[in-house]
Each structure stands twice: as structure tokens, then as C-alpha cells.
């Protein structure tokens, strides 16, 4: 995970923090990088500026993604269950730890639960983030309510953590 990180740093990210709102900046061809590592580089990088807005946000996305799981439970969705129950404790601990999340189940979220080729891995995090925002906080559709990732990116997004990109 380190090499992805230092490899966005070399490659020219940016970081940056304005009045509440902590921007990352990345180079403007940032699509060749994966969302994954756009996630975790702005994980990190908040993680960096400031730690104990890192602890706060880690700590609203376990919130976040343990009542997504209640409700995988209340429509009997054992797979989404189990997924947001294993990135909500890892977030909980991201928050009392300070340390980032669990890479890899991260990327089990990402791809879908382990398939490759769904639509989401092919997003970047920019486009997630603004179709996020363009919808508000209401993510509309059950199967947002339940994707983790979009759990995550809505909870960054009203936090005021954005990804900026200096074009």
C-alpha cells in the first residue's frame, strides 16, 4: 500500500486545507490511476493535515456504513451485511487508531464484492464524488443506500473533504 501512496506523491499529488474544507489536489491525469488508490490517497492525505478531523470522519463512516448494514439485515442481504460490517469495524478501528482502513477489503468494496468489470471500478473518484454531490446527500437508489463506497465518498463529501484537481 505504501508504493501505491508514494507513487501518487511522486507522480505530483497535492494537498492543501481552506477553512474547514480539506482539499487534495492531484495531477490532471489522475484517471490513469485507480479509484482505489485515489480513496487511499485521500484518506491518507487527510490522515496528514489533520488527525483528528481524519479521526472524526473515519469514525462518521462506521456510523455511516453500520446502519447500511442494519438495513442489508432488514432486507435479508447477507453478502451487503457482511461487507459493511467488515469496512464499519474497519473504520471504527481507522478511528481510534488514527491508522488508515483495511486496504484490501476496501478493494473487495470497490470491485464489487471480489468480481472485476463492474461499472464501479472503472469510475474515478472525481466522477463518484460528483455524482454524489449533484444528487445531494440523498444517494436516491436502494442499491447507493447499500454500496459501500458510496457510503464513504457521501461521508468524505459532506465533511468537506474533497478531491480538487489542478488542471
Not at 474547514?20 to 484517471?31: C, E, I, L, M, N
Given at each position: 500500500?505504501?508504493?501505491i501512496?508514494?507513487?501518487?506523491?511522486?507522480?505530483?499529488?497535492?494537498?492543501?486545507?481552506?477553512?474547514?474544507?480539506?482539499?487534495?489536489?492531484?495531477?490532471?491525469?489522475?484517471?490513469?490511476?485507480?479509484?482505489?488508490?485515489?480513496?487511499m490517497?485521500?484518506l491518507?492525505?487527510?490522515?496528514?493535515?489533520?488527525?483528528?478531523?481524519?479521526k472524526?470522519?473515519?469514525?462518521?463512516?462506521?456510523?455511516?456504513?453500520?446502519?447500511?448494514?442494519?438495513?442489508?439485515?432488514?432486507?435479508?442481504?447477507?453478502?451487503?451485511?457482511?461487507?459493511?460490517?467488515?469496512?464499519?469495524?474497519?473504520?471504527?478501528?481507522?478511528?481510534?487508531?488514527?491508522?488508515?482502513?483495511?486496504?484490501?477489503?476496501?478493494?473487495?468494496?470497490?470491485?464489487?464484492?471480489?468480481?472485476?468489470?463492474?461499472?464501479?471500478?472503472?469510475?474515478?473518484?472525481?466522477?463518484?464524488?460528483?455524482?454524489?454531490?449533484?444528487?445531494?446527500?440523498?444517494?436516491?437508489?436502494?442499491?447507493?443506500?447499500?454500496?459501500?463506497?458510496?457510503?464513504?465518498?457521501?461521508?468524505?463529501?459532506?465533511?468537506?473533504?474533497?478531491?480538487?484537481s489542478?488542471?
Open positions: 500500500m505504501q508504493s501512496l508514494s507513487a501518487l506523491q511522486s507522480a505530483g499529488a497535492t494537498t492543501g486545507t481552506t477553512a474547514g474544507t480539506s482539499s487534495v489536489g492531484h495531477p490532471a491525469d489522475s484517471s490513469r490511476f485507480s479509484p482505489l488508490a485515489q480513496l490517497s485521500l491518507q492525505q487527510l490522515q496528514q493535515l489533520d488527525p483528528t478531523k481524519y472524526q470522519v473515519t469514525r462518521q463512516i462506521a456510523t455511516n456504513l453500520q446502519n447500511a448494514a442494519q438495513s442489508a439485515a432488514s432486507d435479508g442481504n447477507t453478502t451487503a451485511l457482511n461487507q459493511l460490517n467488515q469496512l464499519a469495524t474497519d473504520f471504527s478501528n481507522a478511528s481510534q487508531s488514527g491508522q488508515l482502513p483495511n486496504i484490501q477489503d476496501l478493494a473487495q468494496a470497490l470491485s464489487g464484492g471480489g468480481t472485476s468489470g463492474t461499472s464501479s471500478t472503472n469510475k474515478t473518484l472525481n466522477q463518484l464524488l460528483a455524482a454524489l454531490e449533484s444528487t445531494g446527500t440523498q444517494t436516491g437508489t436502494q442499491n447507493d443506500a447499500l454500496n459501500p463506497i458510496a457510503i464513504i465518498i457521501d461521508t468524505l463529501a459532506t465533511a468537506g473533504v474533497t478531491n480538487s489542478n488542471s
